[in-house]
């Protein structure tokens, strides 16, 4: 259908719409022409995606000046694909309705694991193996001296890219991962290297977080992207975590173990390179004199070696003098290792800033900060002058370089912590951490550089609590909720056994065996009711694990099994995967399952449960964040003085967040539907449910929250049984799904307007 | 066992054991086991006095050891029992093992049979209403016994049909069998483990590799219950015990699954929507991160309880996956064959010319999940396609297998075209057209009432009956099928039986014709409907009788 939204004609491809998606377009609509940042909660299931790209491309083709180009961010390899799928329906719906060839370039872009078709690379299992082999074919002296020897291997895929995919442009269309693959098979080009060519002049390029949000990565793929882009990052309700996931470091003794053996490796090269070719060294250093603007020939191809501090930060002065020569610069990083070495013998916590680690390395072996700050580039000059061709063997000093980097770059302001502490009480096993407390570095310039950047996930309750932690002022924060026809999701807090016994995840209690067992039977009584797939979350794995254990003592699984088979989560991707697809089966030929997942983990973060993989969420406690880690009561400590936020407010929210994230697994669009338990009793509480997506909250009455077993299991008879009644069209037609005409009608649009709630 | 020729006569006479001095009722006597049945005759007879059918019999129940008498008990459904006392002193324990074995494997065989026998009844009635109301007009009014109803209806269609023809559905595998053979305590520093078929069968499925190690042990290396008692004490049941490193049987067996989980594990998942090994774009790099580092080669750092902590979860796993493989294996069988035949039918019919495109699994499941089907308008509901193996058949119906004369479509084409042609060139040769009168007589033979039409003074009684006589003129019409086709399949009468059932057939005919057509003729009359409606099933009833008469008076000269 053709919208008019706010006078901008937009093609939706579909023949009916959700009140809400067109509330939604709304509110991204002002937020584009406010040339503003927004922040949006919509339910999942909903058609988020389907809505923002409507609207954006619309805007695009309205307004080509304003907006030339949309960057969508999501997080994982399937959510990419599935945008572009997305994409793809809407440009077919427009070309079918215009007549008009679509002249869009939209394309995905991944990581070379999911692009590479060169067969021998391809065909490794890592991302990290893949990524090295790709180098040591592609590097730029290796190309280089391929042409003083041709039995020098390289990627011909690359070459031939190199030679003439760059004068021709890719033609418009949708390219997903898959489609980028056999263009390149058709043409003999480096897929990989021809889309990140490519997102300079595509219209909608789709990638994952890190490709803008890592600054080792933002560097190489996304520094010249326009200005004038809209960038949206979906499903970012983790966004904080995966800001300063990119910004921290971690250093084990192993780490300085094989440092050391770089720091050799390092030498012997420069020593034999001297006697064979010392005029290289000199060149180096001489370019290394006139500053590092030179240093960026050629380093498209050179990955690794990017620099951990953002775009700018880069260092617009030379090289110290202390660190030019080669010699001088592996004795700076020997020393460096050393000092390193000796604070990793001690057998205490230790809890420094960076000042202090500054002033307290100045002080016992004198580096100074000025050669910290530029050790990663340093470094990076010199692998490529000593044509290092298994870079990935290098990551250990690459790591300590970065570290040095960015101890020394982010020191005002106190954003960096660390800590010695040990595993075991038996064996030494110190590490170093060097956390990011502060979210909003990383994103900062993301903020500072695109005109709009809009925040959106089916949960980011309480809303204003993320313009906070990422420092960013929108122009909109909205939160829409599902309209429904029937109440197609079902909130239960249950608070206590049959036996009255408190039901609660808290530490205190955890343990007891009165506690685990009231989580059994609520399990077992669910699965002898819900029909076929039940998903039940813990709060950690360890938590998981015994429970599993005496539930198996108790026999509990054993009746459980009766009813359903179990699966459960694992700390093995590969196992955990075989587990899912399992699970997915039983539940499909009508055995029903039970998966046993733990919140926080890939399962509950990747993976979606629609209709019968999913028809109840049990959540066993609240999944707090280990609040015993220093590196966590260090962040807290930070968000309150910087932020003023109350540390019990930003654990609830974290916790909140996540069970959110859990539950809503299950929904996955109105014809879906499914149960949700909250087995806690702390759910009940305000501050708890408060947090809640308001979309969830909609639905806790009062009569459910604080429910026994047999109490739940009578109302989620009583909900299954509605629910399975047969729902068709008719009955959502005019309520929560509109036609056309419906939704052109003075009364529809009053009530739209109510749907979204302003922040 | 020793057989006595007295008693066989027949296939299912045939005994499979014999037992002396069994005491019934105190009396002396025979147990015989039989294919079919299990009978006691007392000493010195030839005669049984007590015969169970084995379909009768619930259960067994064994007297417990230590006991002085020696006994065994049978349950039937009836709720009835009765008790035999093996009484051969020397021989009385090993007599009643013997017997209870036998039973034991015989019992399970033949209540399946009944229960499937009822079920298969019952689904035939409540498919075909025809039968239903057949057998509420003949059974359930007493006409004729249930037996004799199902006499010959069963043997007709299908219960055997459908066994021997592997339609029926394998039963799939309880998650819980291992719950039910929880060990109980004895009460003297023992455990007890209930074992049955079911459950074996079960293990036996589930776990491939345990079935292998029972034929390569049992009976040559040990007898059954000491393998299952190892069984039990193995740490490969026990799998939340570390293994103690003692050398069992079995221990090969938890490697073999070990490498069949791996295997598993390493084949990857089909659908990448669940492989979360690729769910993630760019990790990041080792040393990067808040996550606390994963502590390197940790296994020994582990402590014991979270080893076995995590051996039950895999365990676990390992389980449901292996029932969840029981279950489609049977599955995967049962379709094998068709899957092929439709393979090979495929090559010589025409379904592979609509050039059925397959789009890669990765495809489908992106689709599948962006899809919103209720935005969606009707267009996009998904319909089944017709799957044509010959779409010349399915447009011109089933044809006569000759084929000179069978015609497709091209044919078809060519002759419109020709007939089109002809008729183009068609120029009416009015000198030569029928005579008036003959053209005339013609119209009146074939209108309604006409020589050519009179098929159609039959459908007057559509028009003159009423519908709720004509649909019990139907029923009676079929009840007297039924029972007229019991009657003739008397004849030619040549045992006891069958005379025996001709005579009651008979008089069978004869309550019908006085309970059901009678009443019903007499209605006819009272509302002044013709009479000769039942005049047809009369004659049939009347042409049984004469065949009745005949066959008696010739049997009775015989006899003077």
């Given at each position: 259908m053709k919208l008019n939204i706010e006078g901008l004609l937009v093609y939706f491809p579909y023949d009916y719409i959700y009140p809400e998606q067109y509330s939604y377009m709304l509110e991204l609509k002002r937020t584009l022409d406010a040339k503003g940042h927004g922040v949006l909660e919509m339910p999942s299931g909903t058609g988020k995606t389907i809505s923002l790209l409507s609207l954006i491309v619309a805007y695009q083709k309205a307004y080509p000046l304003e907006v030339t180009k949309l960057v969508y961010c999501s997080r994982t390899v399937p959510e990419i694909e599935k945008v572009v799928e997305e994409l793809r329906k809407l440009m077919d719906y427009y070309a079918k309705q215009t007549g008009v060839k679509n002249d869009f370039l939209a394309l995905a872009l991944s990581s070379r694991k999911n692009l590479c078709i060169h067969p021998e690379v391809s065909s490794l299992r890592f991302g990290k193996e893949v990524d090295g082999k790709c180098h040591s074919l592609t590097a730029s002296y290796i190309r280089a001296q391929h042409h003083s020897n041709p039995c020098q291997p390289v990627c011909q895929f690359f070459e031939e890219f190199d030679a003439v995919g760059r004068q021709v442009p890719i033609p418009p269309g949708i390219f997903n991962l898959d489609d980028l693959k056999d263009f390149g098979r058709r043409k003999g080009w480096c897929p990989y290297f021809l889309a990140r060519y490519a997102i300079l002049h595509a219209n909608i390029v789709v990638y994952s977080y890190h490709y803008l949000l890592d600054p080792k990565i933002a560097d190489l793929v996304s520094k010249e992207l326009a200005k004038k882009s809209v960038v949206v990052f979906d499903e970012a309700h983790n966004i904080d975590n995966v800001c300063i996931d990119s910004?921290?470091?971690?250093?084990?003794?192993?780490?300085?173990?094989?440092?050391?053996?770089?720091?050799?490796?390092?030498?012997?090269?420069?020593?034999?390179?001297?006697?064979?070719?010392?005029?290289?060294?000199?060149?180096?250093?001489?370019?290394?004199?006139?500053?590092?603007?030179?240093?960026?020939?050629?380093?498209?191809?050179?990955?690794?070696?990017?620099?951990?501090?953002?775009?700018?930060?880069?260092?617009?002065?030379?090289?110290?003098?202390?660190?030019?020569?080669?010699?001088?610069?592996?004795?700076?990083?020997?020393?460096?290792?050393?000092?390193?070495?000796?604070?990793?013998?001690?057998?205490?916590?230790?809890?420094?800033?960076?000042?202090?680690?500054?002033?307290?390395?100045?002080?016992?072996?004198?580096?100074?900060?000025?050669?910290?700050?530029?050790?990663?580039?340093?470094?990076?000059?010199?692998?490529?002058?000593?044509?290092?061709?298994?870079?990935?063997?290098?990551?250990?000093?690459?790591?300590?370089?970065?570290?040095?980097?960015?101890?020394?770059?982010?020191?005002?302001?106190?954003?960096?912590?660390?800590?010695?502490?040990?595993?075991?009480?038996?064996?030494?096993?110190?590490?170093?951490?060097?956390?990011?407390?502060?979210?909003?570095?990383?994103?900062?310039?993301?903020?500072?550089?695109?005109?709009?950047?809009?925040?959106?996930?089916?949960?980011?309750?309480?809303?204003?609590?993320?313009?906070?932690?990422?420092?960013?002022?929108?122009?909109?924060?909205?939160?829409?909720?599902?309209?429904?026809?029937?109440?197609?999701?079902?909130?239960?807090?249950?608070?206590?056994?049959?036996d009255q016994v408190a039901m609660t995840s808290k530490f205190e209690t955890r343990e007891d065996f009165a506690v685990i067992r009231n989580y059994g039977n609520l399990l077992l009584e669910m699965s002898a009711i819900v029909p076929d797939g039940i998903v039940a979350f813990f709060t950690s794995y360890i938590y998981m694990e015994n429970i599993v254990a005496s539930w198996y003592e108790q026999g509990i699984l054993e009746n459980i099994q009766r009813n359903k088979l179990i699966f459960i989560e694992t700390q093995d991707a590969a196992e955990t995967s075989m587990a899912l697809e399992k699970y997915q089966e039983a539940c499909e030929n009508g055995r029903g399952a039970i998966l046993l997942s733990v919140a926080r983990g890939k399962v509950s973060e990747g993976i979606d449960f629609v209709h019968h993989f999913g028809r109840a969420v049990i959540m066993f406690g609240v999944p707090y964040v280990y609040t015993q880690s220093r590196i966590l009561k260090a962040r807290l400590e930070y968000l309150r003085d910087q932020f003023q936020i109350r540390e019990n407010d930003f654990l609830t929210f974290d916790a909140m967040r996540h069970a959110a994230q859990c539950v809503g697994r299950a929904i996955r669009g109105k014809t879906d539907y499914g149960l949700m338990i909250f087995a806690d009793k702390r759910y009940a509480r305000a501050d708890k449910r408060g947090k809640l997506p308001r979309w969830i909250q909609e639905h806790l009455t009062d009569g459910s929250l604080n429910l026994t077993i047999d109490e739940t299991v009578q109302l989620s008879k009583h909900f299954l049984r509605q629910m399975a009644q047969p729902f068709r069209r008719e009955d959502q037609l005019g309520l929560s799904l509109l036609t056309l005409e419906q939704l052109q009608s003075e009364d529809m649009l009053q009530k739209i307007a109510q749907i979204a709630q302003q922040a | 066992s020793e057989s006595d020729p007295n008693l066989i006569s027949s296939e299912s006479y045939l005994v499979l054991l014999v037992v002396k001095r069994v005491r019934q009722r105190k009396q002396d006597g025979t147990l015989y086991l039989m294919a079919e049945r299990i009978a006691w005759g007392p000493e010195g007879k030839d005669r049984f006095t007590v015969s169970h059918l084995y379909a009768d019999i619930r259960c067994q129940k064994i007297s417990p050891d230590g006991k002085a008498k020696i006994q065994l008990q049978l349950v039937l459904h009836t709720g009835e029992s009765t008790t035999f006392h093996f009484a051969n002193e020397s021989t009385a324990l090993k007599d009643r093992d013997a017997t209870k074995e036998l039973l034991q494997q015989l019992l399970p065989k033949f209540k399946k049979k009944a229960n499937k026998e009822l079920e298969e009844k019952n689904r035939m009635l409540q498919e075909d209403p025809v039968l239903f109301q057949l057998y509420k007009d003949l059974v359930v009014s007493q006409v004729i016994s249930a037996e004799e109803f199902w006499a010959n209806r069963l043997s007709l269609s299908s219960v055997e049909h459908s066994i021997s023809n592997n339609n029926k559905q394998e039963v799939g595998i309880s998650a819980a069998f291992l719950a039910d053979i929880r060990?109980?305590?004895?009460?003297?520093?023992?455990?007890?483990?209930?074992?049955?078929?079911?459950?074996?069968?079960?293990?036996?499925?589930?776990?491939?590799?345990?079935?292998?190690?029972?034929?390569?042990?049992?009976?040559?290396?040990?007898?059954?219950?000491?393998?299952?008692?190892?069984?039990?004490?193995?740490?490969?049941?026990?799998?939340?015990?570390?293994?103690?490193?003692?050398?069992?049987?079995?221990?090969?067996?938890?490697?073999?699954?070990?490498?069949?989980?791996?295997?598993?594990?390493?084949?990857?998942?089909?659908?990448?929507?669940?492989?979360?090994?690729?769910?993630?774009?760019?990790?990041?790099?080792?040393?990067?991160?808040?996550?606390?580092?994963?502590?390197?080669?940790n296994s020994s750092n582990k402590s014991l309880r979270e080893n076995s902590n995590s051996a039950i979860i895999k365990r676990f796993n390992h389980h449901s996956a292996m029932v969840l493989a029981a279950g489609l294996l049977c599955v995967i069988f049962r379709d094998a064959p068709s899957d092929q035949a439709s393979e090979t039918s495929s090559t010589d019919g025409n379904s592979r010319d609509s050039d059925f495109f397959q789009p890669p699994l990765k495809k489908v499941k992106l689709q599948e999940a962006i899809e919103y089907d209720d935005l969606q308008g009707d267009s996009g509901r998904k319909t089944i396609s017709l799957n044509l193996k010959k779409s010349d058949r399915y447009s011109h119906g089933p044809t006569p297998l000759q084929s000179q004369h069978y015609t497709t479509s091209q044919d078809i084409i060519?002759?419109?075209?020709?007939?089109?042609?002809?008729?183009?060139?068609?120029?009416?040769?009015?000198?030569?057209?029928?005579?008036?009168?003959?053209?005339?007589?013609?119209?009146?033979?074939?209108?309604?009432?006409?020589?050519?039409?009179?098929?159609?003074?039959?459908?007057?009684?559509?028009?003159?009956?009423?519908?709720?006589?004509?649909?019990?003129?139907k029923h009676l019409y079929m009840a007297a099928g039924e029972l007229l086709r019991h009657f003739w399949s008397c004849f030619p009468v040549s045992t006891p039986f069958l005379e025996e059932k001709v005579v009651k057939m008979k008089s069978n005919l004869e309550k019908f014709q006085v309970t059901k057509l009678r009443p019903f003729q007499e209605k006819i009359q009272r509302q002044y409907l013709s009479t000769n409606l039942t005049g047809h099933l009369e004659e049939m009833l009347q042409a049984a009788y004469n065949k009745f008469q005949a066959w008696q008076t010739r049997r009775m000269m015989r006899k003077t």
């Open positions: 910004m921290s470091v971690n250093i084990t003794r192993r780490t300085l173990d094989r440092c050391q053996t770089n720091v050799e490796t390092l030498q012997n090269t420069i020593s034999r390179i001297k006697e064979t070719d010392a005029a290289k060294l000199r060149e180096e250093y001489m370019r290394l004199v006139e500053g590092l603007k030179e240093a960026n020939v050629a380093r498209e191809t050179d990955i690794y070696l990017s620099n951990p501090v953002l775009p700018d930060e880069i260092l617009q002065e030379a090289v110290p003098g202390s660190i030019r020569t080669a010699e001088h610069f592996v004795g700076f990083i020997k020393r460096f290792l050393e000092y390193l070495k000796a604070r990793l013998r001690i057998h205490h916590v230790v809890q420094e800033s960076a000042p202090q680690f500054l002033k307290d390395i100045y002080e016992k072996v004198c580096i100074d900060r000025k050669p910290l700050r530029f050790c990663a580039e340093r470094l990076r000059s010199l692998l490529r002058t000593l044509e290092i061709a298994d870079i990935a063997d290098f990551s250990a000093i690459t790591l300590i370089s970065h570290f040095a980097t960015l101890v020394s770059t982010y020191s005002k302001g106190n954003l960096y912590d660390y800590d010695f502490h040990q595993k075991t009480p038996t064996i030494a096993n110190p590490v170093l951490h060097f956390s990011c407390m502060d979210p909003s570095i990383a994103i900062k310039p993301v903020f500072g550089r695109f005109q709009s950047v809009i925040i959106t996930s089916g949960t980011l309750s309480p809303l204003d609590i993320y313009p906070r932690i990422l420092d960013f002022r929108p122009v909109t924060m909205a939160s829409f909720t599902m309209t429904l026809a029937r109440t197609c999701l079902c909130p239960l807090i249950v608070g206590r056994g049959n | 060990p109980q305590t004895d009460g003297c520093n023992g455990l007890r483990y209930n074992l049955t078929t079911d459950i074996i069968e079960s293990i036996f499925r589930t776990y491939p590799t345990v079935k292998q190690k029972y034929s390569e042990n049992v009976p040559h290396n040990m007898t059954e219950k000491e393998f299952w008692t190892r069984f039990f004490q193995s740490h490969y049941f026990h799998r939340d015990r570390i293994s103690t490193g003692l050398q069992d049987i079995f221990s090969e067996c938890a490697k073999q699954d070990e490498k069949g989980l791996k295997s598993m594990v390493t084949q990857g998942v089909k659908n990448p929507m669940v492989d979360l090994l690729s769910l993630e774009d760019k990790t990041l790099d080792e040393g990067y991160g808040t996550a606390t580092v994963p502590t390197t080669s060519t002759s419109i075209s020709i007939i089109q042609h002809e008729m183009r060139s068609y120029k009416p040769r009015l000198t030569q057209v029928m005579s008036s009168s003959a053209a005339s007589s013609a119209i009146i033979a074939l209108s309604p009432g006409g020589v050519l039409m009179q098929g159609g003074a039959q459908q007057t009684i559509n028009q003159l009956v009423p519908t709720d006589v004509q649909s019990e003129l």
